[in-house]
């Protein structure tokens, strides 16, 4: 009983102690000191996380592909993974590799194919980054993009010409693919357009049309410079306008094309550029 009873008083002086000084932080200090590191740690780490995670600006679906664009923000780091399944089966994934990127504040775009079209599609990219001598993985936000909601959503990837173009021919004309690949119509729609190397814009009149029955008006600001504005590109659709070009002998001749629109939050697909070897 003595046993009993001495075990009993002891728990209880154990309690009251504890109870006594709570407030004074005493008993807790001694054994909570490991666990403040390790949340210190965590901390710190978060921090660190989220200064260094890649943000996913955008995605955005055709058929069965996914394209996607982010910015690094770590000097160093590993390769990186996108991630994109079709909401809410997270199991049901396809994932596509980059590469480590150089520097800091790159803006990297790439592909994942294979995911069902028509659904609504998540996606997330991660690396491995250096912290405290070691490499964690550090996720970005979630994107997510909804086919029956989706703003419009201008491409403009591609530009048709000659590979190679004599000097003496003069010139030669240029076809612009932009395409509307959102959910909505597009209105009110900018194209610049722009030369480079031995390439000037020529006479527009002669393809003034092919803006025209889109709706756009352009002007020639300079030899080198072109803006077409107010036109309209519906969703799922693909219009071709053309430019003329004149070259001042030979050499590299490049022509630069860039859209924009209201609503369009992907800006990854708007614009490209085209060269000709002039001989």
Not at 2 to 7: F, P, S, Y
Not at 37 to 48: A, G, V
Not at 61 to 76: L, M, N
Not at 145 to 173: C, K, V, W
């Amino acid at each position: 009983m003595r046993t009993r009873w001495r075990d009993v008083l002891r728990c209880a002086a154990a309690v009251v102690g504890l109870t006594a000084t709570a407030g004074l932080g005493t008993p807790y200090a001694a054994h909570a000191e490991p666990d403040d590191d390790k949340q210190i740690e965590y901390y710190d780490w978060e921090l660190f996380r989220a200064a260094n995670s890649p943000v996913l600006q955008s995605i955005r679906v055709e058929g069965d592909t996914v394209h996607f664009t982010f910015v690094d923000r770590s000097e160093v780091e590993g390769e990186y993974t996108f991630v994109a399944w079709p909401h809410p089966n997270e199991l049901a994934y396809k994932s596509t590799s980059r590469p480590r990127v150089p520097g800091k504040g790159r803006v990297v775009n790439g592909t994942v194919s294979g995911l069902p079209s028509g659904v609504e599609i998540c996606g997330n990219v991660s690396t491995e980054v250096e912290w405290d001598g070691a490499y964690r993985r550090a996720e970005s936000n979630r994107v997510c993009y909804n086919p029956e909601t989706a703003p419009p959503d201008l491409a403009l990837q591609t530009i048709r010409g000659p590979a190679d173009r004599p000097a003496h021919a003069g010139g030669a004309s240029y076809i612009l693919e932009l395409r509307n690949v959102g959910a909505n119509d597009a209105s009110g729609v900018v194209v610049d357009v722009s030369t480079s190397g031995v390439a000037e814009l020529g006479d527009q009149s002669v393809i003034r049309q092919t803006w025209a029955n889109n709706g756009f008006t352009c002007t020639v600001n300079s030899p080198t410079n072109m803006r077409c504005t107010g036109g309209n590109v519906p969703k799922g659709t693909k219009i071709e306008p053309w430019v003329m070009t004149t070259y001042k002998g030979p050499g590299q001749a490049w022509v630069h094309a860039q859209v924009s629109g209201a609503g369009d939050n992907t800006p990854g697909n708007n614009g490209t550029a085209f060269h000709t070897n002039v001989t």
